[in-house]
DNA sequence: TATTTGACCAAGA
DNA sequence: ATCTTGGCCAAAT
């Protein structure tokens, strides 16, 4: 059944990293940018990681791995975008403690390096 | 194989 | 503090 799965929703291995990469080095109360997690995996390809978010097979809403989409922002600290609609995006992370302020998020929230 | 599309980014005659 | 522009590059078409 692993393998339907997989099947269903193929993973490249960039889109792979940088799904690990977000779950497992940004914490709850804590956000990161597009921006550094293309480069955790040497690249630039900013615009892709923001693709990869969008469509993620691993859904928060229905998939147990969670991947936290919601912990990506853009690299000015502002919202970037969010699949389920920016207020969902914004409801989750005041839930994990982040606030935001003037539609920006503090620079003492944000992983800049991973 | 070629072109288009982004939840982006940095700089600014 | 905005807005525009050119650049970036994996995925989708």
């Known amino acids: 059944m692993q393998i339907l799965y997989l099947l269903r929703f193929p993973l490249s291995n960039f889109a792979e990293q940088i799904y690990d990469i977000l779950k497992h080095k ?7 940018t597009y921006k550094a997690l293309a480069e ?20 928060f809403l229905s998939d147990k791995r969670k991947i936290p989409c919601h912990r990506v922002i853009a690299s000015d600290g502002g919202l970037g975008g969010f699949a389920y609609g920016n207020q969902a995006k914004i409801n989750l992370l005041k839930a994990e403690g982040v606030t935001i302020i003037d539609g920006k998020i503090p620079e003492k929230y944000i992983l800049r390096k991973l």
């Open 40 to 59: 955790a995996v040497g690249t630039k390809a900013y615009r892709a990681v923001g693709q990869i978010m969008n469509k993620n097979p691993y859904s």
């Open 26 to 32: 940004v914490p709850a109360g804590k956000v990161t």
